[in-house]
Nanobody
Framework: QVQLVESGGGLVQAGGSLRLSCVAS????????MGWYRQAPGKQRELVAS???????DYADSMKGRFTISRDNAKNTVYLQMNSLKPEDTAVYYC?????????????????????WGQGTQVTVSS
């Protein structure tokens, strides 16, 4: 199984910064695309930013210039640096990873590919 664990959320004042981290662990053969999504109360989950295995990034328009996504493949970790935070950024932020799993049975073989989600971390931006 594969688990994603986010950290770094919290309460911050408008104009402040937060850095979110997401660590993937488990039976991983390789990690393909990784991304951050967010969901505010009463709203649909939306893409914040994504990064491919080759380092290509994509951002929602409202985040461009303020947020930066990066990854450390050696640590199976993706980061989201959030600057100039606004109250409208308040949401639960979820980590997503497309993972090619390492099979346990038969042992040591490459498994299939699927998306995994973290449990989410709350980001609250006050005025």
């Amino acid at each position: 199984q594969v688990q994603l664990v986010e950290s770094g959320g919290g309460l911050v004042q408008a104009g402040g910064s937060l850095r979110l981290s997401c660590v993937a662990s488990g039976n991983i053969f390789s990690i393909n695309d990784m991304g951050w999504y967010r969901q505010a109360p009463g709203k649909q989950r939306e893409l914040v930013a994504s990064i491919s295995s080759g380092g290509s990034t994509d951002y929602a328009d409202s985040m461009k210039g303020r947020f930066t996504i990066s990854r450390d493949n050696a640590k199976n970790t993706v980061y989201l640096q959030m600057n100039s935070l606004k109250p409208e950024d308040t949401a639960v932020y979820y980590c997503n990873a497309n993972v090619t799993v390492l099979r346990a049975l038969p042992a040591g073989l490459r498994g299939g590919t699927r998306d995994y989600w973290g449990q989410g971390t709350q980001v609250t931006v006050s005025s």
